[in-house]
T-cell receptor
């Protein structure tokens, strides 16, 4: 069975700093997708970035980028130039066979 | 587009009561799903549907029923509510499977308390 682990329950950084959130997963599959979702205080779940396992190039979306290490089963999220609006819960998710398996989340607080 | 809508936003039930959480989407998405979110845990998939008339169980299906008679609607039924079902429930939809390149869109959630 697939599992997703986020080892940092909470992190806080100053505005404009760079922060990296960790995610590790366990699977015996070779082709799958990985996702980072953001849940701000409004509770609305929003897709941040996604990565296809067979692509070696790390995905990037504006200030958000990932460091995907397939052999290590690691999928970290880097947020550059952090903004107050980045304050949220961040969830890592593993996708396979119509189902997403989610990590427990990291609460990220951006301080002014 | 309204996106994914859920009703009600809040609900309090007594143990043993039944109720239906409503979910609708207006994006003509084939895939719809129900998750529950508990404190300190990630989302857990309850049931999902890949199209009208087709449903399947997720990670935690016990105590819940679903049906998909139309593309737009995907109601979740609690047959006999238990305190362990106290949670926040999210409905989500995507054009196709969300485990590939399709973005999944979430509703605003329903906070359910079972006394």
């Amino acid at each position: 069975a697939q599992t997703v682990t986020q080892s940092q329950p909470e992190m806080s950084v100053q505005e404009a700093e760079t922060v990296t959130l960790s995610c590790t997963y366990d699977t015996s599959e070779n082709n799958y997708y990985l996702f980072w979702y953001k849940q701000p205080p409004s509770r609305q779940m929003i897709l941040v970035i996604r990565q296809e396992a067979y692509k070696q190039q790390n995905a990037t979306e504006n200030r958000f980028s990932v460091n995907f290490q397939k052999a290590a089963k690691s999928f970290s999220l880097k947020i550059s130039d952090s903004q107050l609006g980045d304050t949220a819960m961040y969830f890592c998710a593993f996708g396979l066979n119509y189902q997403l398996i989610w990590g427990a989340g990291t609460k990220l607080i951006i301080k002014p | 587009n309204a996106g994914v809508t859920q009703t009600p936003k809040f609900q309090v039930l007594k143990t043993g009561q039944s109720m239906t959480l409503q979910c609708a989407q207006d994006m003509n998405h084939e895939y719809m799903s129900w998750y529950r979110q508990d404190p300190g845990m990630g989302l857990r998939l309850i049931h999902y549907s890949v199209g009208a008339g087709i449903t399947d169980q997720g990670e935690v299906p016990n105590g819940y029923n679903v049906s998909r008679s139309t593309t737009e609607d995907f109601p979740l039924r609690l047959l006999s509510a238990a305190p362990s079902q106290t949670s926040v429930y999210f409905c989500a939809s995507s054009r196709d499977s969300p485990t590939t390149y399709n973005e999944q869109f979430f509703g605003p959630g329903t906070r359910l308390t079972v006394l």
